[in-house]
């Protein structure tokens, strides 16, 4: 049911007989995109979480959660993957670096629930799951820039990402956000 929702909705949510599911695809990403997103992290939840009563996968494009206890609706700062790249030489531009960072507390500024900011090739992406109220994404989005500016080599990495369970923000210095820039 998920899988056929993707091809129209970035966000949906579903309830079964006290189970609750929901998937959340990036806002840039096209339905096709979205739906094969969707589709494989389905697919490894079947096999790697068999008789489960909660899971989230997280991948590059899209999550995909369930659980037997209402998920809809709640605030939730649990990090599921924190990132970084490798810290820049002495030799990069850290100008580009710099103004990443900037880039971050504008795009947490945003008020949609999809934000993308831009500079020449720094930018920063942030998400939350269309479920949330926007205090809450703005709550979760403040949580997950303050421990990406905590992670001890995030600092100086010309790339970071931090998922937590509703919410995401990702930066480059490079043009292009997720792991392995």
Not at 40 to 45: E, F, G, T
Not at 56 to 61: H, K, R, V
């Amino acid at each position: 049911m998920f899988v056929n929702s993707a091809s129209i909705y970035t966000y949906n949510n579903l309830t079964v007989n006290r189970n609750y599911g929901l998937h959340q695809c990036w806002g840039d990403l096209s339905s096709s995109e979205c739906v094969s997103c969707v589709t494989q992290a389905v697919s490894l939840l079947r096999s790697d979480s068999f008789g489960e009563s909660g899971c989230a996968l997280q991948l590059e494009g899209c999550l995909v959660k369930y659980d037997n206890v209402m998920l809809f609706g709640v605030a939730d700062t649990t990090a599921m993957v924190m990132s970084c790249g490798k810290p820049a030489g002495y030799k990069y531009k850290s100008d580009e670096l710099t103004q990443a960072k900037v880039l971050v507390d504008v795009v947490a500024s945003g008020g949609t629930s999809y934000r993308v900011e831009r500079s020449g090739k720094a930018q920063a992406v942030a998400q939350c799951t269309g479920d949330l109220s926007a205090t809450d994404c703005q709550d979760c989005l403040m949580e997950a820039i303050q421990r990406l500016k905590l992670q001890p080599f995030c600092g100086t990495s010309t790339w970071a990402d931090v998922y937590l369970a509703k919410c995401y923000v990702g930066y480059s210095s490079s043009g292009s956000i997720g792991e392995g820039n």
